[in-house]
Protein backbone atom coordinates (compact mmCIF):
# COMPACT_ATOMS: atom_id res chain seq x y z
CA UNK A 1 0.00 0.00 0.00
CA UNK A 2 0.97 3.41 -0.60
CA UNK A 3 1.22 6.11 1.61
CA UNK A 4 -2.11 8.09 0.83
CA UNK A 5 -3.88 4.67 1.06
CA UNK A 6 -2.13 4.01 4.18
CA UNK A 7 -3.15 7.28 6.14
CA UNK A 8 -7.08 6.04 5.66
CA UNK A 9 -5.79 2.99 7.38
CA UNK A 10 -7.34 1.94 10.98
CA UNK A 11 -4.94 -0.91 12.19
CA UNK A 12 -5.43 -3.32 15.19
CA UNK A 13 -3.62 -6.43 16.21
CA UNK A 14 -3.86 -8.63 19.33
CA UNK A 15 -0.46 -9.74 19.41
CA UNK A 16 1.85 -7.82 21.20
CA UNK A 17 4.68 -8.42 19.27
CA UNK A 18 2.87 -7.08 15.91
CA UNK A 19 1.75 -4.60 17.39
CA UNK A 20 5.29 -3.17 18.41
CA UNK A 21 5.95 -3.65 14.69
CA UNK A 22 3.06 -1.68 13.77
CA UNK A 23 3.97 1.10 15.80
CA UNK A 24 7.50 1.38 14.78
CA UNK A 25 6.77 1.10 10.86
CA UNK A 26 3.47 2.58 10.46
CA UNK A 27 2.32 4.37 13.60
CA UNK A 28 2.93 7.65 11.61
CA UNK A 29 1.88 6.72 8.39
CA UNK A 30 -1.98 5.10 9.01
CA UNK A 31 -4.98 7.45 10.90
CA UNK A 32 -4.76 5.30 14.08
CA UNK A 33 -3.77 1.57 15.35
CA UNK A 34 -5.56 0.35 18.20
CA UNK A 35 -4.52 0.90 21.02
CA UNK A 36 -3.28 4.30 19.75
CA UNK A 37 -0.27 4.46 22.58
CA UNK A 38 1.91 1.59 24.52
CA UNK A 39 1.16 2.06 27.92
CA UNK A 40 2.73 0.26 30.61
CA UNK A 41 -0.19 -2.45 31.24
CA UNK A 42 -0.47 -2.66 27.59
CA UNK A 43 1.46 -5.70 27.54
CA UNK A 44 -0.76 -8.69 28.77
CA UNK A 45 0.77 -11.71 28.87
CA UNK A 46 2.00 -11.75 25.17
CA UNK A 47 -1.28 -9.97 24.02
CA UNK A 48 -2.22 -6.39 23.45
CA UNK A 49 -4.68 -5.20 26.32
CA UNK A 50 -7.26 -3.25 24.32
CA UNK A 51 -7.31 -4.99 21.59
CA UNK A 52 -9.43 -8.03 21.66
CA UNK A 53 -11.61 -8.01 18.56
CA UNK A 54 -13.75 -10.42 20.41
CA UNK A 55 -14.78 -8.36 23.75
CA UNK A 56 -17.59 -5.44 23.89
CA UNK A 57 -14.81 -3.16 24.68
CA UNK A 58 -13.36 -3.31 21.14
CA UNK A 59 -16.72 -3.03 19.25
CA UNK A 60 -17.50 0.09 21.35
CA UNK A 61 -14.20 1.30 20.75
CA UNK A 62 -14.39 5.08 20.40
CA UNK A 63 -12.06 5.30 17.69
CA UNK A 64 -13.98 2.46 15.71
CA UNK A 65 -17.47 3.94 16.80
CA UNK A 66 -16.38 7.23 15.48
CA UNK A 67 -16.25 6.21 12.03
CA UNK A 68 -19.08 3.52 12.37
CA UNK A 69 -21.47 6.30 13.04
CA UNK A 70 -20.52 8.62 10.37
CA UNK A 71 -23.01 7.94 7.13
CA UNK A 72 -20.05 9.85 5.09
CA UNK A 73 -17.62 7.37 5.93
CA UNK A 74 -17.04 3.77 3.68
CA UNK A 75 -15.67 1.32 5.34
CA UNK A 76 -13.24 -1.77 3.74
CA UNK A 77 -12.91 -3.97 6.45
CA UNK A 78 -9.71 -6.35 5.84
CA UNK A 79 -9.19 -9.41 7.99
CA UNK A 80 -6.89 -12.49 8.30
CA UNK A 81 -9.09 -14.28 10.89
CA UNK A 82 -6.90 -16.64 13.30
CA UNK A 83 -7.69 -19.94 12.67
CA UNK A 84 -8.48 -22.29 15.70
CA UNK A 85 -11.34 -25.29 15.45
CA UNK A 86 -11.02 -27.03 18.71
CA UNK A 87 -12.56 -29.97 17.96
CA UNK A 88 -10.09 -30.50 15.18
CA UNK A 89 -7.18 -33.58 15.38
CA UNK A 90 -4.52 -30.86 16.18
CA UNK A 91 -6.53 -30.08 19.37
CA UNK A 92 -7.21 -33.59 20.11
CA UNK A 93 -3.30 -34.53 19.50
CA UNK A 94 -1.84 -32.00 22.42
CA UNK A 95 -4.82 -32.67 24.28
CA UNK A 96 -5.57 -28.60 23.89
CA UNK A 97 -9.18 -28.61 23.41
CA UNK A 98 -10.23 -26.93 26.57
CA UNK A 99 -7.45 -24.84 27.49
CA UNK A 100 -7.07 -23.36 23.34
CA UNK A 101 -11.38 -22.78 23.57
CA UNK A 102 -10.88 -20.13 26.13
CA UNK A 103 -12.27 -17.94 23.12
CA UNK A 104 -15.19 -19.87 23.54
CA UNK A 105 -16.31 -17.11 26.35
CA UNK A 106 -15.68 -14.00 24.82
CA UNK A 107 -18.89 -11.61 24.34
CA UNK A 108 -19.37 -12.19 20.19
CA UNK A 109 -18.98 -15.73 20.46
CA UNK A 110 -22.09 -15.52 22.70
CA UNK A 111 -23.57 -12.72 20.68
CA UNK A 112 -23.02 -14.95 17.84
CA UNK A 113 -24.49 -18.31 18.98
CA UNK A 114 -28.03 -16.20 19.26
CA UNK A 115 -27.95 -16.18 15.73
CA UNK A 116 -25.80 -18.62 13.97
CA UNK A 117 -26.36 -22.73 15.12
CA UNK A 118 -23.97 -25.75 14.62
CA UNK A 119 -20.41 -26.77 14.17
CA UNK A 120 -19.83 -23.16 12.55
CA UNK A 121 -19.25 -21.50 16.50
CA UNK A 122 -16.24 -24.31 16.88
CA UNK A 123 -14.39 -22.61 14.84
CA UNK A 124 -12.63 -19.00 15.92
CA UNK A 125 -11.97 -16.96 12.40
CA UNK A 126 -16.10 -17.61 11.69
CA UNK A 127 -16.66 -15.18 15.10
CA UNK A 128 -14.74 -12.77 13.07
CA UNK A 129 -16.43 -13.40 9.43
CA UNK A 130 -19.70 -13.46 11.29
CA UNK A 131 -18.83 -10.14 13.37
CA UNK A 132 -17.87 -8.17 9.73
CA UNK A 133 -21.44 -8.11 8.75
CA UNK A 134 -22.71 -7.90 12.24
CA UNK A 135 -21.19 -4.95 13.53
CA UNK A 136 -18.71 -3.42 10.92
CA UNK A 137 -20.52 -3.20 7.49
CA UNK A 138 -23.42 -0.90 7.70
CA UNK A 139 -24.21 0.28 3.82
CA UNK A 140 -24.45 -0.05 0.75
CA UNK A 141 -21.24 1.52 0.05
CA UNK A 142 -19.00 -0.81 2.49
CA UNK A 143 -17.19 -4.08 1.81
CA UNK A 144 -15.30 -6.69 3.38
CA UNK A 145 -11.90 -8.35 2.01
CA UNK A 146 -11.44 -11.45 4.22
CA UNK A 147 -8.41 -14.33 3.68
CA UNK A 148 -9.47 -17.82 5.09
CA UNK A 149 -10.91 -20.95 4.17
CA UNK A 150 -14.09 -21.79 1.88
CA UNK A 151 -15.65 -23.82 4.27
CA UNK A 152 -17.52 -20.77 6.12
CA UNK A 153 -19.08 -19.66 2.45
CA UNK A 154 -19.58 -23.57 0.86
CA UNK A 155 -20.64 -25.98 3.92
CA UNK A 156 -21.58 -23.59 6.77
CA UNK A 157 -23.50 -20.91 4.49
CA UNK A 158 -22.29 -17.68 7.03
CA UNK A 159 -22.02 -15.25 4.21
CA UNK A 160 -25.09 -14.36 2.14
CA UNK A 161 -23.94 -11.32 0.80
CA UNK A 162 -22.63 -10.53 -2.58
CA UNK A 163 -19.42 -11.60 -4.17
CA UNK A 164 -17.61 -8.74 -5.78
CA UNK A 165 -14.13 -10.64 -6.33
CA UNK A 166 -11.95 -13.25 -5.22
CA UNK A 167 -8.74 -15.21 -5.75
CA UNK A 168 -7.47 -18.84 -4.36
CA UNK A 169 -3.79 -19.50 -3.74
CA UNK A 170 -2.13 -22.11 -2.07
CA UNK A 171 -2.20 -22.23 1.64
CA UNK A 172 1.12 -23.82 1.62
CA UNK A 173 3.02 -20.32 1.25
CA UNK A 174 1.17 -19.17 4.12
CA UNK A 175 2.66 -20.70 7.60
CA UNK A 176 1.31 -24.24 6.50
CA UNK A 177 2.81 -27.51 5.25
CA UNK A 178 0.10 -28.40 3.48
CA UNK A 179 -1.05 -28.05 -0.31
CA UNK A 180 -4.46 -26.62 0.13
CA UNK A 181 -6.52 -24.04 -1.14
CA UNK A 182 -7.52 -20.95 0.51
CA UNK A 183 -9.78 -17.72 -0.72
CA UNK A 184 -9.25 -14.03 -0.61
CA UNK A 185 -12.52 -12.77 -1.03
CA UNK A 186 -13.80 -9.00 -1.76
CA UNK A 187 -17.77 -9.21 -0.54
CA UNK A 188 -20.65 -6.45 -0.67
CA UNK A 189 -22.72 -5.87 1.88
CA UNK A 190 -25.40 -6.37 -0.26
CA UNK A 191 -27.38 -9.45 0.27
CA UNK A 192 -27.50 -12.04 -2.74
CA UNK A 193 -27.93 -15.42 -3.11
CA UNK A 194 -25.21 -17.40 -4.73
CA UNK A 195 -24.39 -21.14 -5.55
CA UNK A 196 -20.67 -20.66 -7.54
CA UNK A 197 -17.88 -18.43 -7.09
CA UNK A 198 -15.15 -17.97 -9.78
CA UNK A 199 -12.29 -17.34 -8.41
CA UNK A 200 -8.66 -16.30 -9.96
CA UNK A 201 -5.97 -19.28 -9.25
CA UNK A 202 -2.39 -18.66 -8.29
CA UNK A 203 0.35 -20.34 -6.72
CA UNK A 204 4.03 -19.67 -6.29
CA UNK A 205 7.27 -21.05 -7.33
CA UNK A 206 10.31 -21.79 -6.22
CA UNK A 207 11.41 -18.51 -7.37
CA UNK A 208 8.48 -16.37 -5.28
CA UNK A 209 6.74 -15.36 -8.47
CA UNK A 210 3.48 -15.77 -8.92
CA UNK A 211 2.01 -19.06 -11.58
CA UNK A 212 -1.26 -18.05 -12.45
CA UNK A 213 -3.30 -21.31 -12.85
CA UNK A 214 -6.79 -22.46 -14.49
CA UNK A 215 -9.78 -20.23 -12.61
CA UNK A 216 -11.43 -22.44 -9.27
CA UNK A 217 -14.83 -22.93 -9.25
CA UNK A 218 -16.06 -23.00 -5.47
CA UNK A 219 -19.57 -24.68 -5.26
CA UNK A 220 -21.85 -24.47 -2.26
CA UNK A 221 -23.16 -27.50 -0.67
CA UNK A 222 -26.19 -27.81 1.10
CA UNK A 223 -26.72 -31.62 3.03
CA UNK A 224 -24.19 -34.26 4.34
CA UNK A 225 -23.75 -38.16 4.73
CA UNK A 226 -25.37 -38.28 7.99
CA UNK A 227 -28.76 -36.63 6.69
CA UNK A 228 -29.35 -38.57 4.14
CA UNK A 229 -27.04 -41.69 3.85
CA UNK A 230 -26.23 -42.76 7.28
CA UNK A 231 -28.36 -46.22 7.88
CA UNK A 232 -30.18 -45.30 11.16
CA UNK A 233 -32.32 -48.63 11.26
CA UNK A 234 -32.53 -50.40 14.16
CA UNK A 235 -33.32 -54.11 14.26
CA UNK A 236 -35.21 -55.79 16.89
CA UNK A 237 -32.81 -58.50 17.35
CA UNK A 238 -29.17 -55.83 17.79
CA UNK A 239 -27.59 -56.62 21.03
CA UNK A 240 -26.15 -54.22 22.93
CA UNK A 241 -23.00 -55.46 23.78
CA UNK A 242 -20.46 -55.44 20.85
CA UNK A 243 -16.84 -54.60 20.68
CA UNK A 244 -15.68 -51.55 20.35
CA UNK A 245 -12.77 -50.77 18.56
CA UNK A 246 -10.01 -48.12 17.99
CA UNK A 247 -9.56 -46.26 14.48
CA UNK A 248 -7.15 -48.87 13.55
CA UNK A 249 -9.52 -51.62 14.07
CA UNK A 250 -8.32 -53.24 17.10
CA UNK A 251 -10.25 -53.63 20.50
CA UNK A 252 -10.32 -50.33 22.27
CA UNK A 253 -8.91 -50.08 25.49
CA UNK A 254 -9.14 -47.11 26.52
CA UNK A 255 -11.95 -45.07 28.80
CA UNK A 256 -13.94 -42.65 26.44
CA UNK A 257 -16.98 -44.47 24.89
CA UNK A 258 -19.18 -42.09 23.59
CA UNK A 259 -21.27 -45.12 21.37
CA UNK A 260 -23.73 -48.18 22.49
CA UNK A 261 -21.92 -50.66 20.31
CA UNK A 262 -24.29 -53.41 19.17
CA UNK A 263 -23.64 -56.48 17.47
CA UNK A 264 -25.85 -58.77 15.42
CA UNK A 265 -25.34 -61.32 12.49
CA UNK A 266 -25.75 -58.49 9.70
CA UNK A 267 -23.75 -56.38 11.00
CA UNK A 268 -20.22 -56.37 8.68
CA UNK A 269 -18.32 -53.52 10.20
CA UNK A 270 -18.86 -49.82 11.04
CA UNK A 271 -18.17 -46.74 8.81
CA UNK A 272 -17.46 -43.34 10.13
CA UNK A 273 -17.36 -40.70 7.48
CA UNK A 274 -18.21 -37.57 8.71
CA UNK A 275 -17.21 -33.79 7.88
CA UNK A 276 -17.53 -32.24 4.85
CA UNK A 277 -14.29 -31.42 4.36
CA UNK A 278 -11.07 -33.28 4.02
CA UNK A 279 -8.67 -31.43 6.59
CA UNK A 280 -7.88 -34.59 8.48
CA UNK A 281 -9.05 -37.13 5.81
CA UNK A 282 -7.45 -40.58 7.71
CA UNK A 283 -9.46 -39.76 11.05
CA UNK A 284 -12.87 -38.85 8.98
CA UNK A 285 -13.12 -41.85 6.82
CA UNK A 286 -12.90 -45.22 8.98
CA UNK A 287 -14.14 -48.47 8.18
CA UNK A 288 -13.56 -51.18 10.91
CA UNK A 289 -15.09 -54.62 11.97
CA UNK A 290 -17.22 -53.56 15.04
CA UNK A 291 -18.31 -49.97 16.21
CA UNK A 292 -15.72 -47.17 17.19
CA UNK A 293 -15.39 -46.27 20.27
CA UNK A 294 -15.90 -42.44 19.95
CA UNK A 295 -18.96 -42.75 17.30
CA UNK A 296 -19.32 -40.35 14.43
CA UNK A 297 -20.83 -43.26 11.95
CA UNK A 298 -23.58 -46.14 11.41
CA UNK A 299 -23.23 -49.61 11.43
CA UNK A 300 -22.64 -51.97 8.29
CA UNK A 301 -25.25 -53.93 7.60
CA UNK A 302 -24.87 -57.07 5.00
CA UNK A 303 -28.30 -56.49 3.04
CA UNK A 304 -27.21 -52.62 1.92
CA UNK A 305 -23.59 -52.47 2.76
CA UNK A 306 -22.94 -52.07 -1.33
CA UNK A 307 -24.53 -48.50 -1.51
CA UNK A 308 -23.21 -47.14 1.16
CA UNK A 309 -19.20 -47.75 0.32
CA UNK A 310 -19.45 -44.78 -2.02
CA UNK A 311 -19.38 -42.97 1.17
CA UNK A 312 -16.12 -44.20 2.46
CA UNK A 313 -14.07 -44.21 -1.52
CA UNK A 314 -15.25 -40.95 -1.51
CA UNK A 315 -13.66 -39.82 1.76
CA UNK A 316 -10.19 -41.42 0.68
CA UNK A 317 -10.54 -38.85 -2.97
CA UNK A 318 -7.98 -36.32 -1.28
CA UNK A 319 -5.47 -39.16 -0.80
CA UNK A 320 -5.66 -39.73 -4.59
CA UNK A 321 -6.37 -35.89 -5.78
CA UNK A 322 -3.81 -33.93 -4.26
CA UNK A 323 -3.41 -30.69 -6.46
CA UNK A 324 -3.70 -27.55 -4.01
CA UNK A 325 -7.08 -26.59 -5.83
CA UNK A 326 -8.76 -29.91 -4.37
CA UNK A 327 -8.49 -29.79 -0.49
CA UNK A 328 -10.30 -27.30 1.24
CA UNK A 329 -12.06 -26.93 -2.34
CA UNK A 330 -13.89 -29.94 -2.77
CA UNK A 331 -16.10 -31.45 0.03
CA UNK A 332 -18.43 -34.36 0.51
CA UNK A 333 -22.03 -33.59 0.21
CA UNK A 334 -25.32 -35.38 0.18
CA UNK A 335 -26.97 -33.05 -2.35
CA UNK A 336 -27.25 -36.22 -4.84
CA UNK A 337 -28.35 -38.07 -3.29
CA UNK A 338 -31.70 -38.08 -5.16
CA UNK A 339 -30.34 -39.46 -8.11
CA UNK A 340 -27.98 -41.72 -6.63
CA UNK A 341 -30.90 -43.37 -4.78
CA UNK A 342 -32.38 -43.69 -7.74
CA UNK A 343 -29.70 -45.08 -9.84
CA UNK A 344 -29.12 -48.02 -7.23
CA UNK A 345 -33.14 -49.33 -7.04
CA UNK A 346 -33.34 -49.09 -10.80
CA UNK A 347 -30.00 -51.26 -10.90
CA UNK A 348 -27.90 -48.86 -13.01
CA UNK A 349 -24.97 -48.91 -11.44
CA UNK A 350 -24.75 -52.49 -10.73
CA UNK A 351 -20.57 -52.60 -11.66
CA UNK A 352 -19.63 -49.16 -10.52
CA UNK A 353 -20.41 -50.29 -6.70
CA UNK A 354 -18.78 -53.29 -7.80
CA UNK A 355 -15.87 -51.90 -8.54
CA UNK A 356 -15.96 -49.58 -5.41
CA UNK A 357 -16.12 -52.84 -3.30
CA UNK A 358 -13.13 -54.03 -4.75
CA UNK A 359 -11.50 -50.51 -3.81
CA UNK A 360 -12.61 -50.65 -0.30
CA UNK A 361 -11.12 -54.44 -0.26
CA UNK A 362 -8.01 -52.91 -0.96
CA UNK A 363 -7.87 -49.29 0.57
CA UNK A 364 -4.97 -49.12 2.97
CA UNK A 365 -7.60 -46.96 5.43
CA UNK A 366 -9.67 -50.00 5.54
CA UNK A 367 -8.95 -50.80 8.80
CA UNK A 368 -11.47 -53.95 8.81
CA UNK A 369 -9.91 -57.48 9.74
CA UNK A 370 -10.68 -60.96 11.48
CA UNK A 371 -10.21 -61.34 15.35
CA UNK A 372 -11.63 -62.43 18.52
CA UNK A 373 -13.31 -60.31 20.94
CA UNK A 374 -12.89 -60.16 24.40
CA UNK A 375 -16.58 -60.93 24.33
CA UNK A 376 -16.32 -64.15 23.13
CA UNK A 377 -17.30 -63.89 20.01
CA UNK A 378 -15.38 -64.39 16.41
CA UNK A 379 -16.00 -61.12 14.23
CA UNK A 380 -15.01 -62.36 10.83
CA UNK A 381 -13.82 -59.05 8.11
CA UNK A 382 -16.43 -60.33 5.37
CA UNK A 383 -14.98 -57.07 2.96
CA UNK A 384 -11.59 -59.12 2.38
CA UNK A 385 -10.47 -61.06 -0.70
CA UNK A 386 -8.91 -63.54 1.41
CA UNK A 387 -11.22 -66.63 0.96
CA UNK A 388 -8.98 -69.18 2.45
CA UNK A 389 -11.41 -70.45 4.89
CA UNK A 390 -14.25 -70.25 2.26
CA UNK A 391 -15.72 -67.19 0.04
CA UNK A 392 -16.19 -64.05 1.88
CA UNK A 393 -19.44 -61.94 1.66
CA UNK A 394 -17.31 -59.72 -0.78
CA UNK A 395 -15.38 -62.45 -2.77
CA UNK A 396 -19.49 -63.71 -3.41
CA UNK A 397 -20.47 -60.16 -4.81
CA UNK A 398 -17.18 -59.56 -7.16
CA UNK A 399 -17.85 -62.52 -8.98
CA UNK A 400 -20.15 -60.30 -10.75
CA UNK A 401 -17.64 -57.33 -11.40
CA UNK A 402 -16.76 -57.77 -15.63
CA UNK A 403 -13.04 -56.95 -14.84
CA UNK A 404 -11.16 -54.69 -17.07
CA UNK A 405 -7.79 -55.11 -17.47
CA UNK A 406 -6.95 -52.90 -14.91
CA UNK A 407 -8.96 -54.98 -12.17
CA UNK A 408 -7.74 -58.01 -13.69
CA UNK A 409 -4.52 -56.81 -12.74
CA UNK A 410 -5.52 -56.31 -9.36
CA UNK A 411 -6.67 -59.27 -8.14
CA UNK A 412 -3.29 -61.21 -9.69
CA UNK A 413 -1.17 -58.82 -7.62
CA UNK A 414 -3.33 -59.69 -4.92
CA UNK A 415 -3.25 -63.51 -4.78
CA UNK A 416 1.01 -62.92 -4.88
CA UNK A 417 0.84 -60.90 -1.68
CA UNK A 418 -1.40 -63.16 -0.25
CA UNK A 419 0.12 -66.28 -1.72
CA UNK A 420 3.70 -65.30 0.10
CA UNK A 421 2.02 -64.19 2.87
CA UNK A 422 1.07 -67.11 3.73
CA UNK A 423 4.80 -68.70 2.91
CA UNK A 424 5.89 -66.37 5.23
CA UNK A 425 3.29 -67.93 7.96
CA UNK A 426 1.33 -65.03 8.01
CA UNK A 427 -2.01 -66.40 10.21
CA UNK A 428 -5.40 -66.21 8.65
CA UNK A 429 -8.13 -65.83 10.86
CA UNK A 430 -11.11 -65.48 8.25
Known sequence: MNDEELSHCVLSTVEYYEYKVLLELLGDKVRHIIP???????????????????????????????????????????ENPPYAETTSIEHQKIRAGKSASTWKKEFLVNEMKKEVKGTATND???????????????????????????????????????????????????????????????????????????????????EGKLLPENKVLVKRIFSTYSQYYFDKR??????????????????????????TSLFNSNILGYMAVYSSGFDNPDLHSTLIRAGR????????????????LPMFAASRYITYNRHWTQRANIMKSADGSERFNKAVSNNKIEQELLKILLFTTLETQNHMRSLYGSDGRFYRNELS????????????????????????????QWQKVLSEAKKQGTTTLN
Open 385 to 412: LDNSNGDTLATVKLAKLKQNPKETALFE
Open 124 to 206: LGNVFIWSAFKYYLRQPTDSYIVYSPVKYWKAQHLVNQKFLDGFAFNRKHFHTNTDAMIMCALWSKEELSQDILDLEAYNIDK
Open 293 to 308: YDGHGFFLRSDNFLEK
Open 36 to 78: PTEKEDTFNMGLVRGANALSYEYVNNEIIQRYLNDPNVTIILY
Open 234 to 259: QFSDDKNNGLQLGLNGKEYEGKTKRI
